[in-house]
Nanobody, 122 residues
């Protein structure tokens, strides 16, 4: 089992930045692909970014490309999502997730955190 705990969400103005963290515990962190997803009210959960255990392969949704950066520190069992140039449409609950394959499909991720709220005011 893997336990994931997100933190770092909050309220920020348009154009601002936030860094989300996801602390993992349990089974060996480095064997997993780590992804970030988000869900806005009334919408389906959508993919944001993932990276592989080595950090050598990353993939972003078009909507966040160039603004968000995913990174991980295996020694600290933590994955990060640096979010810059935030927009009101980025408002959502953000979740980190652990999976065994490289995919933006949330159904392939087996472990999920509880989520952290990000609100971007206009």
């Amino acid at each position: 089992q893997v336990q994931l705990v997100e933190s770092g969400g909050g309220l920020v103005q348009t154009g601002g930045s936030l860094r989300l963290s996801c602390a993992a515990s349990g089974r060996t962190f480095s064997f997993y692909t780590m992804g970030w997803f988000r869900q806005a009210p009334g919408k389906e959960r959508e993919f944001v970014a993932y990276n592989t255990w080595s950090g050598g392969s990353t993939y972003y949704a078009d909507s966040v490309m160039g603004r968000f950066t995913i990174s991980r520190d295996n020694a600290k069992n933590t994955v990060y999502l640096q979010m810059n140039s935030l927009k009101p449409e980025d408002t959502a609950v953000y979740y980190c997730a652990a999976g065994l394959i490289q995919t933006p499909n949330p159904t392939n991720y087996v472990h999920w955190g509880q989520g952290t709220q990000v609100t971007v005011s206009s």
